[in-house]
């Protein structure tokens, strides 16, 4: 959150309790609150005066934040990353990015949008998918890796 959203977020505040806001109160609040996405922030203090006629401090706005950040990440299922798993590091840290992303608020992309289709799919999918070059095997790509590589190693010069 920006300092001027800070402002924004004192302001609304104010709007609810009469709170006389300073510039020290801003940049003490920016401090507590910067990392927090405003949207978040805002709809904390929001819900904190639907629910209490009491002061809204950054502790308040922090508490709401986190548990709404909770309960997207208990809705919604964590997209498996497409790092690849046997590299642990990157994996761990893409998967992190996605828990990240929803506890932000972004939905998941889904694998499958729309109704199931009854019946064959339309001509100009099965000719498409017909006109695609077929994957090559295993086998058929270590075949060639093995050829390259000999090849790479019959033109290059000896030491």
């Known amino acids: 959150m920006t300092l001027e959203e800070v402002i924004d977020l004192l302001t609304l505040a104010a709007a609810f309790d009469r709170r006389n806001i300073g510039e020290t109160d801003s940049i003490a609040w920016h401090a507590a609150l910067g990392d927090l996405a405003f949207a978040d922030a805002q709809a904390a203090v929001v819900g904190h005066y639907q629910d ?27 997209p498996a990353p497409e790092a690849d798993p046997d590299l642990p590091g990157r994996y761990r840290s893409a998967l992190a990015a996605a828990v990240r992303r929803i506890a932000d608020g972004f939905a998941p992309r889904l694998a499958i949008a729309g109704p199931v289709r009854e019946g064959p799919p339309p001509e100009a999918f099965t000719a498409a998918r017909e006109a695609l070059p077929k994957p090559k095997t295993k086998q058929e790509l270590a075949a060639e890796q093995a050829a390259e590589s000999r090849a790479e190693r019959e033109g290059a010069p000896r030491t």
Request: hydrophobic share 45%.
């Open 52 to 78: 209490s006629r009491e002061f809204v401090m950054p502790a308040d706005v922090r508490s709401r934040v986190k548990a709404a950040r909770r309960d997207r990440l208990a809705r919604e299922v964590i």
